[in-house]
């Protein structure tokens, strides 16, 4: 099958969908389909072989984020060109409600086209305020796609329709056979994400460790990821700071042997996710997790099963909850027992197969959509059926 995939955001930017589209466009290359994949990166920016630029993206504000996007004429000629030139059997747009390559592929697309929706934002008033520009576009679709309840929610709520629900993907054998790092180990607590971005809840985080340390004296902090490393630990008392570890950017190798390393993994994030694809690479990794109780990590971690909850830009609720997970060996050791056997549902053998399923059922009901108008055609003027 020839697939074409449209990333929304900057290539060159990590986060939760060029992941997504990365680990899929790869799973399909490694089952024998032909992929390409269209993202805005710079010009500067290494692409994988199945990887077509669409120019430099801009940053744009989006759900409580900044995200890098591409849109205007050379960016809809560039779709134009990709489209002409890949003859796919099936177009896969992520994102298509954003102001972005999505939305101009949805337009120019013919042919099947599978959209996947990431979004989880109840109040957005700007998607019920564009609707009206958005719907022409979207009556294409042949199928939809929602990553979790909350992303279907939002789908529902705002621009009609409904969704299949499929998450995203992790290659959890990855992470699970990643070795730990001698350094890294030993009463560790692991955060990786955007430093800068409150959304993700570092300032919840380093808010609640005083009372951690105060606890777990050989308690320390392992942060992964970009910004500002200063600003980071300013709230901190000074005495404390070297306790907080930065490891800047990792790569995907060290991302799992961090993973691997700790004896809790803390996910303080405030608001606007609905999924939560680094709770499902820690609990591949074996690390028992500790996350803030949005409705969408609540639905990855079993409702608490496969990993525990504390209460949402709660610093005292999250502080209490480390200790007590930092002081109990065994809850741990049934953390990680029940968050492995709870992530399977998200390995690739599980999702892509979900995800081809997709694909089969609208190119399948285009090939009998195209034979009905040939058939029609043949009995409007009367030409023979061959045989």
């Not at 305020?129 to 294409?140: F, G, M, S, T, W």
């Not at 690390?287 to 608490?304: E, I, K, R, T």
């Amino acid at each position: 099958m020839k697939i074409g995939i449209v990333c929304p955001y900057s290539w060159d930017v990590p986060g939760g969908v060029q992941f997504h589209i990365r680990d899929l466009a790869e799973h399909l290359i490694r089952l024998g389909h032909e992929v390409s994949v269209l993202a805005p990166a710079d010009d500067e920016t290494p692409l994988p072989p199945y990887v077509v630029s669409a120019g430099r993206a801009v940053p744009v504000p989006y759900n409580g984020s900044v995200a890098r996007l591409n849109f205007g004429f050379l960016s809809a000629a560039r779709v134009r060109r990709w489209l002409h030139d890949g003859t796919f059997d099936v177009i896969h747009i992520h994102e298509p409600a954003s102001p972005s390559l999505g939305l101009l592929a949805c337009w120019a697309a013919q042919g099947p086209i599978v959209a996947t929706f990431h979004t989880s934002n109840p109040r957005s008033r700007a998607m019920i305020a564009a609707y009206p520009i958005l719907q022409p576009a979207l009556e294409k679709i042949s199928a939809r796609i929602a990553v979790s309840e909350y992303a279907r929610r939002t789908l529902v709520e705002h621009l009609g329709g409904d969704a299949v629900v499929i998450p995203n993907g992790v290659d959890v054998g990855f992470f699970a056979d990643a070795e730990p790092r001698p350094e890294w180990q030993g009463e560790t607590m692991g955060f990786i994400g955007r430093i800068d971005e409150p959304r993700k809840g570092l300032p919840v985080l380093m808010k609640a460790l005083p009372q951690i340390f105060a606890e777990r004296p050989n308690a320390r902090l392992l942060v992964a990821g970009r910004g500002d490393e200063e600003e980071a630990v300013a709230s901190l008392p000074a005495e404390l700071r070297p306790r907080v570890e930065f490891l800047g950017m990792v790569s995907d190798e060290d991302k799992a042997r961090l993973l691997r390393s700790v004896d809790l993994y803390v996910a303080p994030n405030t608001g606007g996710e609905s999924f939560g694809i680094i709770l499902v690479e820690a609990m591949s990794a074996g690390a028992p997790v500790l996350a803030s109780d949005l409705d969408a990590f609540a639905q990855v971690l079993d409702q608490g099963g496969a990993g525990d909850l504390f209460n949402n830009e709660d610093a005292d609720s999250l502080a209490k909850s480390a200790i007590r997970l930092l002081s109990d060996p065994e809850r741990r050791e049934g953390l990680r027992d029940r968050g492995g056997a709870h992530v399977r549902r998200f390995d690739w053998s599980t999702v892509g197969a979900d995800i081809l399923a997709v694909y089969e059922t609208v190119t399948d009901g285009a090939a009998s959509v195209a034979e009905d108008e040939r058939v029609g055609l043949r009995a409007r003027f009367g030409l023979a059926q061959r045989g």
